[in-house]
């Protein structure tokens, strides 16, 4: 099972987008669920199937929403992907399905479309670095996680991958690197639909 989580900031239209983007995973019977953490109590989301909406305090930053995630969803043996409310799912993202069900994996690590032209992709551990990786490039063993939260700061998802890496590393566990595009990046500022 992979959780999904959104920390939705921007206009209801993107939230449909992104649902558009997951049923890619639907049709290949990837299982999953969706959570939305924001701090709009009134938002509907009847319309969106296996999603959870998440009301986090607005004392918190957005930016450390996922946090809010963290600590109000049990380890049940799920896998945590961060998608950005303004990125998008790409069609290939069930590839990693069969990925994720190897216990050697603790992180896998995919590509991103940039735009109608370039990809950038984690081919190295160094990869996993500050300002070289973004939320959507990252998949985790939630049990991996345990207490490790976003730091409060714009660069949060760099620092987080880095020393999720350093553990995982650590534990003599794995790290998929996969070059495949799995997702994009800030699509709902350049991809048509």
Request: aromatic content about 14%.
């Amino acid at each position: 099972m992979i959780h999904i989580v959104t920390c939705w900031t921007r206009t209801p239209e993107v939230l449909d987008k992104i649902y558009q983007s997951l049923q890619f995973l639907q049709s290949f019977n990837t299982p999953y669920h969706w959570y939305i953490v924001t701090t709009n109590s009134d938002l509907d989301i009847v319309k969106f199937k296996n999603t959870t909406k998440l009301i986090k305090p607005i004392s918190m930053p957005m930016h450390t929403g996922v946090n809010y995630y963290y600590d109000s969803v049990p380890d049940k043996g799920q896998w945590v992907y961060v998608l950005d409310d303004d990125n998008l799912i790409h069609p290939s993202f069930s590839f990693l399905y069969n990925y994720i069900q190897n216990p050697i994996y603790d992180m896998i690590a995919v590509g991103q479309q940039l735009n109608e032209n370039d990809n950038r992709f984690i081919l190295t551990l160094s990869d996993i670095n500050i300002q070289k990786i973004d939320n959507g490039q990252f998949l985790l063993r939630r049990q991996a996680v345990g207490d490790l939260r976003y730091w409060p700061i714009y660069r949060g998802d760099g620092y987080f991958a880095t020393e999720m890496k350093i553990l995982i590393t650590e534990r003599n566990k794995e790290i998929g690197l996969l070059p495949i595009v799995a997702t994009y990046y800030n699509a709902q500022h350049w991809l048509k639909s």
